[in-house]
């Protein structure tokens, strides 16, 4: 790892059993799990998402098993292979409307990003280079400097809008309707008025305060973003995203034990209703997911949510059916669908590993709090039998080395 401190966001999420947000720490912390990582990569985010597939993984353990420090890590990975990151937790968006779950991700893979990449894939498709026009100038502008911009260019540029999107089955009508404008409005041809373009735009986002007569006015078909038809809109940003220029898009929803309704807040998130309502979500997704493309679905839970046979999976048969053949190994299987991050302790974690995770952490510290650091290193080998035995209840228990680290060498206030 570089000799670089780390940041005090990155430093209190481990003295507080949370991963750090810099890759570079979680590549530099995760030790005996690489080829899990590495056996993703390979299979789903160089290949088989961007070939055109969509997948989803279950990743389960008990608390502090590492599965908010493997989903970043996952996350950050498929980030460097091209795909648009997506994550959030199940505490802040509701799972049991697919259609809240669809606007999350869209917001978060910035449509005008997506615009701007399949605005470049068609100036690329008519052999032009993106790069050589200016900033802010259209690409109809600055073919007309050259004398370019006559009739036949404007004709060209429509057919491949119309070949892109409008012609594309993938799509949703409207959702295609929508780029094909759009996207010609950055080419410079066809050009919008300002309403025509909030009013596609108010469509993409779900705006519920969109009339039917707006709709129709821009050509659109009377119909908003529902949780009925939010799983067909999700296909066509997937597909968009791709022909963007992107290898798809990674989507990581944590914390989904919160569906079991156990909560030290006052306002229970999730009762019967909603809980049934995701379970059947989740069904529905699982059923169509291999007609969708481009898609890596990473969701993570307490193995609570399994266990719990009266408010779990378990207690929605639909979901259960799906997925129970899967949870049948006592070896971690890195095909399946459900990974256990409890059986990759058990196989995994013997004294070599947890010994060069420890050092690890002490040169990750080294920089930052060289007396913690030092603290940290007399602990070991001394405390490796309690880590063992954390490992058996989850996690390799860090937050657990580091505070008894700063106890020991007396760093609390």
Partial sequence: MNNT???????TALMTGKPAEDPAVLR???????FLVQFLK?????SYIPEGASKI?????RPGSGKT??????LSEAETSGFLGVSFSAKDVWLSDFREIYLEILRQCNIDRILAGLRDTIIREMNYDPSMIPNGQHLIDYLAEQGKGDALTKNTIRDYLRELFLKNPVLDNNF??????????LLGHPTLEASERETLYAFLKGDKTIRFTQLRAAGLSPVRITKYNARH???SLGEIVHLAGFAGIFITIDDMEILLGRTQSELVRYGKVRREDTYESLRQLIDDIDSMKYLFFLLCFDRELIDDESRGIKSYQALWFRIQTEIVSQRINRFADILDLDLLASQLYDDTVILEMADRLYETLLFTDPALSESLHKLLPDELPSLKDRTEFGGIGLPYLINRAVIEGGLHD
């Fill in 5 to 11: 401190l780390l940041s005090s966001r990155d430093m």
């Fill in 28 to 34: 530099e912390l995760s030790v005996g799990s690489d």
């Fill in 42 to 46: 390979e299979q789903y985010l160089t």
């Fill in 57 to 61: 993984k279950f990743l389960t353990g």
């Fill in 69 to 74: 420090h493997y989903g970043k890590l996952l």
């Fill in 176 to 185: 295609a309707l929508c780029c094909s404008l759009l996207v010609g409005d």
């Fill in 233 to 235: 809109m999700l296909r």
